[in-house]
């Protein structure tokens, strides 16, 4: 239930469904090649751009960054966008707000912005890795993947919540689940 | 042209992800907890809309697919492997830029986290590539393809279970 001005998930993911079928239909027009929404490859790249600056032989060797082609490109100024389009929707219904540590978190580790730094910083080497190893992340395996009925998207799909809620359930503890 | 149009489908993503609220750390836990069943909404409408939109333009001939690998090995343990490093972020990778933008600004060590994540697995690629990265593999393939239907009866099924957990999740108010 949105109480606070935003809108209904199921429209917004409507509207989301929409966007990634037209964004196809127009990339394929334009560019010859359809882009489908995605996100983890980009840090692929990113990772390689900002390696260049210190260790240029290095990447320009390495068989990984060779394979996914060290530029910046379309998901990259998707990513961007992302954020860009994020922070215009929070300014438009007032709903930006800074915030060091997220409240479910200091629940449970507390209120220091150091502790949940550390933990989003672990959290995020952990998931960037399994992400490259399963060739894609909720945005690429769970939407583009489910909507063009891949079996990979599955599987990898309900690895992630599998993995994830096991975890969440370490982290947090079980609860009397309102469903039941 | 391409950079263009990549950072306009972003900022169009970005702006319903937020409206969607989907990019809180509440909401991403709060389902990882089976507590709050928003994200998995947002998700699913978009995959049924998507998948009725795309296998119609592929029908007309007018776009491709594009498949990737079944690989058993890899997306099980790399799911598994992601899976652990969202419930301690989040985030996914997306949804950490998204939230940046919306001020969270915690979001921006997962996002270091995740340049670091990337730049050691091109560092353990080419140890993983012929064993790890190569079980189970099966190709490029789709269930209609495994199932030997036409893919409309798969989306039927899929968009009519989605709709039935969507009843399901209103009527327990989810």
């Known amino acids: 239930m949105q109480t606070d001005g935003g809108w209904n998930p199921y429209f917004a993911g409507i509207l989301v469904g929409i966007l990634a079928v037209v964004s196809v239909l127009v990339t394929t027009q334009l560019l010859g090649k359809g882009q489908y929404l995605g996100a983890s490859t980009t840090f692929v790249r990113a990772a390689g751009l900002a390696e260049q600056k210190v260790a240029p032989e290095r990447v320009a060797q390495n068989e990984y960054f060779q394979k996914e082609k060290v530029k910046i490109d379309w998901q990259m100024m998707l990513v961007f966008g992302i954020f860009l389009g994020a922070f215009g929707a929070s300014l438009t219904d007032k709903s930006y707000?800074?915030?060091?540590?997220?409240?479910?978190?200091?629940?449970r580790f507390g209120t220091s912005p150091w502790c949940r730094a550390l933990g989003a910083f672990v959290g995020g080497v952990i998931a960037m890795f399994g992400a490259r190893m399963a060739g894609g992340c909720p945005s690429g395996h769970g939407m583009s993947g489910l909507m063009q009925l891949s079996?990979?998207?599955?599987?990898?799909?309900?690895?992630?919540?599998?993995g994830g809620i096991i975890v969440a359930r370490l982290i947090y503890g079980g609860r009397e689940y309102p469903w039941i | 042209m391409d950079l263009t149009l990549g950072l306009l489908t972003g900022i169009l993503f970005g702006f319903l992800?937020?409206?969607?609220?989907?990019l809180r750390f509440e909401k991403q836990i709060g389902f990882l907890r089976l507590i709050d069943m928003t994200i998995i909404k947002f998700m699913l409408s978009a995959i049924i809309v998507g998948s009725i939109g795309l296998y119609m333009l592929v029908d007309l001939g007018m776009i491709s697919l594009s498949?990737?690998?079944?690989?058993?090995?890899?997306?099980?343990?790399?799911?598994?492997?992601?899976?652990?490093?969202?419930?301690?972020?989040?985030?996914?990778?997306?949804?950490?830029?998204g939230a940046l933008g919306e001020g969270r600004v915690h979001a921006?060590?997962?996002?270091?986290?995740?340049?670091?994540?990337?730049?050691?697995?091109?560092?353990?690629?080419?140890?993983?590539?012929d064993n790890l990265l190569k079980?189970?593999?099966?190709?490029?393939?789709?269930?209609?393809?495994?199932?030997?239907?036409?893919?409309?009866?798969?989306?039927?099924?899929?968009a009519a279970l989605g709709i039935a957990f969507f009843i399901w999740c209103e009527k327990k108010k989810l």
């Open chain 2, 17 to 22: 992800l937020q409206k969607g609220r989907v």
């Open chain 2, 67 to 97: 498949i990737k690998s079944t690989v058993l090995g890899a997306q099980i343990i790399g799911g598994l492997i992601f899976g652990i490093g969202w419930a301690i972020l989040g985030y996914c990778p997306g949804t950490a830029a």
């Open chain 1, 151 to 162: 079996v990979s998207g599955f599987i990898a799909l309900g690895c992630f919540l599998i």
């Open chain 2, 108 to 129: 921006v060590w997962g996002l270091l986290g995740m340049l670091l994540g990337a730049s050691l697995y091109a560092e353990a690629y080419s140890g993983m590539k």
């Open chain 2, 135 to 158: 079980w189970g593999d099966l190709g490029k393939i789709t269930l209609p393809g495994v199932l030997q239907v036409n893919h409309w009866v798969v989306i039927s099924v899929f």
């Open chain 1, 97 to 107: 707000k800074k915030e060091t540590v997220p409240p479910m978190w200091s629940g």
